[in-house]
């Protein structure tokens, strides 16, 4: 075996090791996280998903921060399982505004197998469209995994949340192994992952290091990992939790970008709540995926003109090709809804 160099793909993060990191000084954080960023990414390109709830509401586990527990008053308007059709127009205006990824997110502990073939005919269809489908569903068993993977599906996400020693402190209604064991069978099914976790749930730095360090001893890193800053709900116990500095959390992107240097790391939920220079750092910072189109599961997110506009101001690409290069020359977004982005790229 070779000598592993600083940088290289590991596999055996200690959480102090990941504490060094965090406490760096931000400039060098920073310098560390783009060289690493550009030894294995052009790092002005940024994947580009859109989020849709196929079932919202009415769930019965009780992540804290989560509008969508049925535990919680949030007055949020429940509803069942969407109609495979509804979920295949939606898919259609993802891709058409840009998205190369569509997300289909469920409030549920789990799938039960009654849902099996309405998921899968969503799968099948939204690939159809040319996009990458993920699903994020709850747990998943080693048979369901199987069946998704047979029908396609590119990526579960499935998040950690947070450290095995703060996970207590925001749900109970599932352990930590639970996740782990979901992450194993989506694994093992070869089925891509998605997996991160929250910031700003009152959790201490070690615990952002235990994260990530738990992400990164995964056999195998998540080809995705989603760093969310707590969208502070009324209703749910977090909602009063203290607002996270954003200094602090573009060091957690750093950091994710160092240990898991060939992932997508994603700049999640929390940029409706974000100002743009947080999010031009977080880009600096390695991040090279979002969440895209004006809702995430069912709270805001920045409107896509707005998203756009950052990207064309900050020299930024979209995977996959330019939103123009892809759309058909008749089709009416082209220019219409984007002109600054277009005269700009094609200046
Ligand atoms: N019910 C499934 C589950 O929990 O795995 C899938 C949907 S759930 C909403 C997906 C993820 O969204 C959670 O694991 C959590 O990381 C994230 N999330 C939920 N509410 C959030 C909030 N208020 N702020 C930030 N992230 C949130
Ligand atoms: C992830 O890590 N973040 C997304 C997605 N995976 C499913 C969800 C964010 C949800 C934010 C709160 C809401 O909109 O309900
Ligand atoms: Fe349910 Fe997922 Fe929300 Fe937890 S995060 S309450 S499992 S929808």
């Not at 196929?54 to 308007?77: H, M, V």
């Not at 209604?173 to 089925?191: E, F, K, P, Q």
């Not at 891509?192 to 976790?197: I, L, N, T």
Request: proline share 5%; net charge negative; charged share 25%.
């Amino acid at each position: 075996m070779t000598a592993a160099t600083p940088d290289s793909v590991r596999h055996d993060w200690a959480v102090d090791e990941a504490m060094d990191l965090l406490a760096l000084p931000f400039s060098d954080l920073i310098y560390r996280a783009q060289s690493v960023h550009r030894r294995y990414f052009d790092a002005n390109t940024v994947q580009v998903s859109q989020l849709l709830s196929i079932k919202t509401g009415a769930c019965p586990e009780d992540c804290k921060y989560c509008p969508q527990s049925t535990r919680y008053d949030t007055g949020l308007e429940k509803e069942k399982l969407l109609e495979v059709e509804k979920v295949l127009r939606e898919a259609r205006a993802a891709g058409a505004a840009g998205a190369t990824r569509f997300c289909m997110g469920a409030a549920w502990r789990s799938p039960k197998q009654k849902d099996m073939p309405y998921l899968v005919e969503m799968v099948r269809g939204v690939k159809e469209l040319g996009l990458e489908t993920c699903m994020t569903l709850g747990m998943l068993t080693a048979g369901q995994a199987d069946e998704f993977a047979e029908a396609g599906l590119d990526y579960y996400n499935h998040n950690l949340d947070t450290s095995p020693e703060y996970y207590g402190e925001v749900i109970t209604t599932r352990s930590y192994d639970d996740r782990l064991d979901t992450l194993a069978n989506v694994r093992a099914a070869g089925l891509k992952v998605c997996s991160g976790g929250i910031m700003g749930m009152g959790e201490s730095l070690r615990d952002r290091a235990g994260l990530l360090v738990q992400l990164a001893r995964l056999p195998q890193h998540p080809e995705s990992v989603p760093i969310n800053m707590l969208v502070r709900v009324e209703g749910t116990p977090l909602a009063e939790e203290a607002e996270l500095d954003p200094i602090d959390f573009v060091r957690t992107i750093a950091a994710a970008r160092i240990m898991m240097p060939q992932s997508h790391v994603r700049l999640s939920a929390g940029r409706e709540q974000m100002d743009e220079s947080t999010q031009a750092l977080a880009f600096l910072a390695g991040a090279n995926s979002i969440f895209y189109g004006e809702k995430l599961l069912t709270t805001a997110n920045p409107a896509a003109n707005r998203d756009m506009d950052l990207f064309r101001r900050l020299g930024i690409e979209p995977e996959g090709g330019a939103l123009g290069d892809r759309l058909p020359a008749a089709c009416p977004r082209r220019k219409v809804d984007h002109p600054q982005y277009y005269d700009a790229a094609r200046a």
